[in-house]
């Protein structure tokens, strides 16, 4: 029985322990707690995307015939690459030309990386490197022929 109470006296202390531990835990901001405003906007939101783009070493969105181009170009390659997805293949083409930015003298590794991103539902891993080569060409003149 002497045992029973040892265990005992020993559970409820370890008990309190924790729950001492525990009580610093508020729901409630500390003052040094840095709290966003719900109404206060996202600092790193852009009302134009083309400057966010612009800040971020990126070309503008092609538009009218510069867009078409691209879009031209790309299907002449083969339809399945856009897949009547335009403002999607706009996108990608930007991205690929921060690949072309960031990798300036690798083509081997910016093939790689547009077979990578430029997918399709019939072409999951990528239409392969001699279409990503065409890809990233068509890409290159049309939407950052200054990279």
Partial sequence: M???H???AAVTAAALLVL???SSITSEPKPTD???SPT???ATTSADPDAARAAAGLPAEPKGPARQAFLDGLNAIDKDIVHGKDDKAISRGIDTCGLI???PKDPAKQIEQTNKRWTSPTHPDGHGQTMAAKI???THT???PTY
Avoid: E, F, W, Y
Wanted: proline share 4%; net charge positive.
């Fill in 40 to 42: 206060a906007p996202a």
């Fill in 20 to 22: 001492t531990g525990c």
């Fill in 34 to 36: 840095k709290v966003a």
């Fill in 2 to 4: 002497h045992r029973h």
């Fill in 101 to 103: 930015k960031d990798h």
């Fill in 6 to 8: 040892i265990t005992s």
């Fill in 136 to 138: 990233l060409a068509v």
């Fill in 142 to 144: 049309a939407i950052c």
